[in-house]
């Protein structure tokens, strides 16, 4: 399966490849080469330590290349009324009337604690495509939904502060 990014996911990710190629790389290889003259390497905390972030460094830049080259590139253009990805949208949930704000972003930006929700998600599927009034039926699985009311749509420019997840 793809994974569904848009420009602004792809350009983020290329700076923080570029970055781990141009900085930390060489910092990295630097630290091995300086613990490695330490001595045994067989007792070397250090050493084994500036490996292990070296090889971190390398799995993070293959990830990140590997999803580029694998993405499926969305749009985050949506008509003014209704909700797409970095919209943010304040919803009242039926049940209690409790009342949250969410902002829409791509799978890879996702952070619930940080009221991120994935297009992916249940909430995200649901709510893309609505419009202000509208009522968006939230299927959690088979057995479990709710309702939500769309309260206010905000046509948000996307600020680069949200991260891409590392995993």
Known sequence: M???LTPGDIKKMEEEIEYRKLVVRPKA???VKETRAHGDLSENFEYHAAKKYKNQN?????????MIKT?????EESAEDEVGINNTVTVEFADDGSVE????VTTVRGNS??????????LGKALLGKKEGDIAHVQVNETVGYDVKIMKIENTVDDGNDKIRSF
């Open 29 to 31: 290889l630097e630290d």
């Open 2 to 4: 793809y994974d569904e």
């Open 113 to 122: 604690l940080a009221n991120l929700i994935s297009n992916e998600s249940p």
């Open 101 to 104: 704000t969410y902002k829409i």
């Open 58 to 66: 390398e799995s993070r830049i293959r990830y990140l290349e590997r």
């Open 71 to 75: 993405a499926k590139v969305i749009s």
